[in-house]
T-cell receptor, first 110, second 114 residues
């Protein structure tokens, strides 16, 4: 299967700081999603971004498919941003199965 | 707007017992998936389904059985539970429209096998 590597594995920030999370993948993809797993365990869709740049409030994401990486930017972080951020990709299979990275654990302190 | 629901949310069972985890979605999505999440492994695909009566194995299917008689339901059965199946189980669904194929996840079921 396709390899998905996320960095850093852990990130600790003070409230108000900015951060960049990275996702590298080993093969060309047709689908890339970013998820936030909150402290209650729910997986929340952040971005569907196979290529290009998207923004949603304080969060934005960029995928450079030709170079096989994606970046998630969090600006002015808040304590509610804490949790695990996952990147997941699909090679374009008919079924759209996702391959997940191991995630970045983000902790934001007040 | 219920979306995708899972039941039960928490389950404790004993080794050797049969357990069924339920997944229901209200979007009429064609594709449904079961993943398990374990520390150190991230999320791994157990089974998936492209439509009613069409299912196939993912990365870690051993010890699990699925069925899909209706589009909206995708139950996962552990035929004889083992301690290694203690995990958090997530159901997901997606609809494919051209190349667009975004997945949405249920809230998860935390299963403990004693």
């Amino acid at each position: 299967g396709i390899q998905v590597e996320q960095s850093p594995p852990d990130l600790i920030l003070q409230e108000g700081a900015n951060s960049t999370l990275r996702c590298n993948f080993s093969d060309s993809v047709n689908n890339l999603q970013w998820f936030h797993q909150n402290p209650w365990g729910q997986l929340i869709n952040l971005f569907y971004i196979p290529s290009g740049t998207k923004q949603n409030g304080r969060l934005s994401a960029t995928t450079v498919a030709t170079e096989r990486y994606s970046l998630l930017y969090i600006s002015s972080s808040q304590t509610t941003d804490s949790g695990v951020y996952f990147c997941a990709v699909d090679r374009g299979s008919t079924l759209g199965r996702l391959y997940f990275g191991r995630g970045t654990q983000l902790t934001v302190w007040p | 707007d219920a979306g995708i629901t899972q039941s039960p949310r928490y389950k404790i069972t004993e080794t050797g017992r049969q357990v069924t985890l339920m997944c229901h979605q209200t979007w009429s999505h064609s594709y449904m998936f079961w993943y398990r999440q374990d520390l150190g492994h991230g999320l791994r695909l157990i089974y998936y389904s492209a439509a009613a009566d069409i299912t196939d194995k993912g990365e870690v299917p051993d010890g699990y059985v699925v069925s899909r008689s209706k589009t909206e339901n995708f139950p996962l059965t552990l035929e004889s539970a083992t301690r290694s199946q203690t995990s958090v189980y997530f159901c997901a669904s997606s609809s494919k429209q051209g190349v667009y194929h975004e997945q949405f996840f249920g809230p998860g079921t935390r299963l403990t096998v004693l």
